[in-house]
């Protein structure tokens, strides 16, 4: 059984908001990982981490920022939301056996 | 870069019959993983495979790393309504953290 929690589950926001969607795992793992997946659709890597302090642009090309300050929390921030930010938002974690975890994801869409 | 072929795109059975779905590479992979995904949830991992050949199962679940390393395959049988979901293949190359590569999934609907 994975722990690993997103908030919210789902965000209504107007164009130009700033927002931060969280993301936290209890596993101890060091490698994390957003990806950005349409309804349907196949997953976009858009950022990771190998651990604290370390963050990495992923195949998609992104708007967002992530920060990873502790292992815990590897929160995503979008500085001014626009309507072609809309999607589903997963967060993920990884085993030292290349299991990989996901979040229940946050659904974002901005008006 | 690495690409993975995740076939057939959709499915449709009926209650009770067996489902098969393969994913091919045009890399070698140490690792293949196999997802459930529901509607607005995220995937959840349902197998995981580590050598070439290893055939697994979880419960109605079988699924087989190819000896070439560039295939991977998913079995469901006697198929159920709540198997409904789009399932993804995902390969891993090596330890680095980049290199978990996802398939573009398999849209399963079970008719009653």
């Known amino acids: 059984e994975a722990d690993i929690y997103q908030t919210p589950r789902y965000l209504v926001i107007g164009t130009g908001k700033k927002i931060t969607l969280e993301c936290s795992q209890t596993m101890g793992h060091d490698k994390m990982y957003w990806y950005q997946q349409d309804p349907g659709m196949e997953l976009h890597l858009i950022h990771y981490?190998?651990?604290?302090?370390?963050?990495e642009k992923g195949d998609l090309s992104s708007e967002s920022t992530v920060s990873r300050i502790r292992t815990e929390h590897f929160p995503l921030t979008l500085e001014s939301a626009r309507p072609s930010h809309t999607s589903q938002y997963l967060c993920?974690?990884?085993?030292?056996?290349?299991?990989?975890?996901f979040g229940p994801g946050t659904r974002l869409t901005v008006l | 870069g690495q690409q993975l072929n995740q076939s057939p795109q959709s499915m449709f059975i009926q209650e009770g019959e067996d489902v098969s779905m393969n994913c091919t590479s045009s890399?070698?992979?140490?690792?293949w993983l196999w997802y459930k995904q529901d509607p607005g949830e995220g995937p959840v991992l349902l197998i995981a495979l580590y050598k070439a050949g290893e055939l697994t199962s979880n419960g109605r679940l079988t699924a087989q790393f190819g000896i070439t390393r560039k295939d991977s395959f998913l079995n469901i049988s006697a198929s159920i309504p709540s198997d409904v979901g789009i399932y993804f293949c995902a390969g891993q190359l090596d330890g680095s953290a980049r290199q978990l590569t996802f398939g573009s999934g398999t849209q399963l609907t079970v008719l009653p």
């Open positions: 993920a974690s990884r085993t030292s056996g290349n299991e990989q975890f």
């Open positions: 981490s190998y651990g604290v302090n370390s963050t």
């Open positions: 890399s070698i992979f140490n690792t």
